[in-house]
């Protein structure tokens, strides 16, 4: 892969609709899953296997994966909390798995109700069955630079939990600034502490905008030979007018940059603004893209 | 100056202020001005002395500056297109005047009704005026990145603009990129080609915001020594919405950046973000200022 080749991975219909409000048919996810294949995305979360309980934004997310077109170039992606979640998981094509854990015991303890540890050993069980049946798996840390509940987190505490994943056989980390707080110096700061362990290839960087500045922090990661970088169409997810919510940054405001900084993605940003300007149309929502904005006025 | 101090320039109350639809009093905007003293600013944009035949939201700048306290260490600035506006300006106490010019002759043309160079010579006497007044003078030059009109704008152009006002006697020039579509390594372009004849002391960075790229714009204007950035409260200016359109960068993002790559403006990001919240109120606007609602929920 050409150092000028970047990948998105799109995770609008799972991190940003999980956290939306209202709540949308899995007709409808699956029909946006098929429109960002064909704006020319490679990698997609199609939805996650948590209990409705939980997230019902969620449920039908087994409807949302027999339902799209899937060329032998893209790979849907799931989340799967738990054994019980990986075992439907199985029953679709989803090509990658994703477990989920944070830098902050806090945030852990909120969130999935254990310790980073146990969330670890819990994983273990997950990540042996997804690979034993030929599957990637992809493991999230979130909180990588603050937390909602214990403010900073060191770099070394993430270097550590990503090393605990990785141990387990995780095939990707997906570093996560869940609160978007960071700025270009503590990406800079946190990836000192992470890549000479880890080299750059299997790490991501999933950048939240609730501060505004998801863009140069993925400047730094670029910077840095990061080529994965999370996102999701109209930045869904999240309520931008909350401290601390999260909205993910902008597909369309990470492809307008991506374009000028002479990378490559195989993504048409028009194609994907448009698409963001519907979507925030059924969702009856503003549209937080800048890039979305101007490309739509 | 300490190499990590960083000077603001706000310029919400005259380049926010100016395109926005719902008029302000003068009354209000020297409170405002007063409010951006409290909050740490030390140099302010009062407005413009414009015929309000072509710039109604400017009418009465001269009563602003009537009303505004201003302690020693704080300079009011004021855009001044002409020898008569400069005659209005030089009867109160500001501090800086202003000209504008572009990089783009389309643009110029279009906005000043002169080609660039009848503008540089329309100058001359106005700078000559405020100079021997004991006034500085600022020169802005828009449309360094790209114009609505003739696209992308070569850096050598934008150069040669600066230079000749430089020749002039300008003591600062302000790159704006009028339509917020640059991008980093399209600052760092320019730079390149104005740096070396100039040195950064006298340069000052005008983001917009239209594409959301403005604070990693930013970034790549600290990485190459640049230490003035224009920016306004609550991203005041421009429609979000439209294509072209402006929307200066906020000064609560810009704040929010500076703070985390340990750089030191004065100001109280704190209170401008309550400032931006009121003023935002006021207009009945929404606040695009992502740092400033997170800071305000």
């Known amino acids: 892969m050409a150092d000028n080749t970047v990948t998105l991975v799109e995770v609008g219909l799972r991190d940003g609709l999980q956290n939306e409000k209202t709540p949308v048919s899995p007709g409808q996810r699956a029909e946006w899953f098929n429109a960002l294949v064909a704006a020319g995305h490679r990698r997609i979360e199609a939805g996650s296997f948590v209990s409705p309980k939980w997230v019902p934004q969620m449920a ?19 989340l799967v909390p738990n054994q019980k979640g990986l075992e439907a998981a199985l029953q679709t094509s989803a090509e990658v798995m994703a477990v989920f854990t944070a830098a902050s015991e806090s945030f852990n303890r909120k969130n999935i109700n254990c310790s980073i540890e146990e969330s670890i050993e819990r994983f273990r069980p997950v990540v042996e069955g997804a690979r034993a049946a030929g599957r990637r798996v992809r493991g999230y840390v979130s909180c990588v630079v603050g937390c909602p509940y214990e403010g900073r987190i060191q770099p070394s505490q993430v270097a550590h939990v990503t090393q ?17 707080v960071a700025r270009p110096r503590e990406i800079h700061a946190l990836l ?3 890549i000479p362990d880890t080299g750059t290839d299997i790490l991501a960087l999933h950048c939240h ?16 030979g ?8 109209a930045g869904l997810g999240g309520c931008p007018y909350a401290r601390g919510a999260t909205g993910n940054v902008a597909t369309e405001d990470v492809l307008y940059l991506l374009e000028g900084e002479g990378f490559e993605t195989g993504v048409n940003l028009q194609h994907v603004a448009e698409l963001g300007a519907s979507i925030c149309n059924v969702l009856a929502r503003d549209n937080p893209s800048r890039t979305g904005k101007a490309l739509t006025a």
């Open 60 to 78: 039908g997310t087994d409807e949302v994966m027999s339902l799209i077109r899937k060329p032998a170039q893209v790979t849907a992606e799931v």
């Open 164 to 180: 605990r994943l990785l141990d387990l056989g995780v095939d990707e980390i997906s570093l996560g600034d869940t609160i978007g």
């Open 226 to 233: 990061i080529r994965i970088f999370d996102s999701a169409v």
């Open 192 to 194: 000192d502490a992470i």
């Open 209 to 224: 905008d609730t501060y505004g500045q998801a863009i140069a922090n993925i400047t730094a990661g670029l910077e840095r």
